[in-house]
């Protein structure tokens, strides 16, 4: 399958707007499993698309940046990585190693790129603000998002029209010379998401909730282990009788999802009562200190009365 220059333009329409949308919009869609999902559909197969997101998603987790710091391009690595995977035949696991990871890495250097180009229209506003230029403020503004579309759109539409052969070759390698390279990237892109989540783990409170982390995991696996065993008693019946059909699903997400929400409910709600208790708490004790204090105040005009008195 080859990539249509409609596919290409709109690929690259798309990496664009996922750096504009976490500049000017902030809309969510740019996230890897968006990314999965609308990459998927642009190339006919979105159910490869959200496998990939998703696992880029999970895998970029725990990464955060802070302050002004660059971060790694997940989203055009999820655009890159669908479209390969599913013009070229590739398998997902393989690439999200092979194609989504480092393009994701090597794409913050065109960040870092991006970013000084910006700096042009940044000088500009600040001529606009001294001018009292409101207009000018407002174009300068949005023209400085450019540079960021660019870093982006340039790089992935090089790779959708000039990289296809070579992704095309190097999957009939993967596919045989070099298979056990592809089972090795496929044994990694399978663990990538487990990686991301433990990174998250390291910088969330887990021994503060260690309690609801073994709760949701026991939860989890019974669900799994129950879901499955039906799912199988299901389809043996199906297979033995004809008149059987009834349909068994898996273990819903959503269904983990809910049960994950109902937790952060409850521990949001003992927080913030928390929160409303610790002002009535403060005040109280600050009414106990004052009466304290009225209290040692009138024990020495007592004594001073006393010795007057003497």
Not at 18 to 24: A, K, M, S, T, V
Not at 75 to 97: D, P, Q, R
Not at 124 to 144: A, L, Q, S
Request: charged share 15%.
């Amino acid at each position: 399958m080859s990539f249509t220059i409609v596919q290409i333009l709109l690929l690259t329409a798309y990496s664009m707007y996922n750096i504009y949308d976490e500049l000017q919009m902030n809309s969510s869609l740019s996230q890897p499993v968006w990314a999965g999902m609308i990459s998927g559909l642009i190339m006919g197969d979105m159910k490869t698309g959200l496998v990939i997101g998703a696992a880029l998603q999970l895998t970029v987790l725990g990464v955060g940046t802070f302050g002004g710091a660059s971060k790694i391009d997940a989203n055009s690595g999820t655009v890159l990585a669908t479209a390969f995977s599913i013009g070229t035949g590739m398998k997902a696991a393989t690439a999200i190693a092979a194609i989504g990871v480092p393009v994701a890495a090597l794409l913050t250097s065109f960040d870092i790129l991006a970013r000084f180009a910006n700096t042009y229209f940044q000088h500009k506003v600040d001529k606009d603000i001294e001018n009292f230029n409101y207009k000018g403020i407002e174009r300068h503004t949005i023209m400085g998002a450019l540079p960021w579309c660019l870093s982006r759109g340039i790089p992935v539409f090089l790779a959708l029209a000039l990289g296809q052969g070579v992704v095309k070759t190097m999957v009939t390698y993967l596919n045989g010379d070099l298979a056990w390279l592809n089972t090795g990237l496929q044994t990694a892109g399978a663990t990538l998401p487990a990686v991301g989540f433990a990174i998250l783990l390291h910088y969330l409170p887990v021994k503060k909730h260690i309690a609801y982390l073994i709760l949701g995991f026991t939860i989890t696996a019974l669900l799994s282990t129950v879901f499955t065993n039906i799912q199988a008693l299901g389809t043996g019946l199906g297979a033995a009788s004809k008149a059987f059909t009834t349909t068994f699903n898996a273990l819903p997400m959503l269904a983990i999802a809910l049960i994950g929400g109902a937790f952060a409910i409850l521990e949001y709600k003992k927080s913030m009562a928390k929160i409303t208790a610790a002002p009535a708490t403060n005040a109280a004790n600050s009414s106990d200190d004052e009466d304290e204090e009225d209290d040692e105040i009138e024990d020495a005009n007592g004594e001073v009365d006393g010795d007057e008195e003497e």
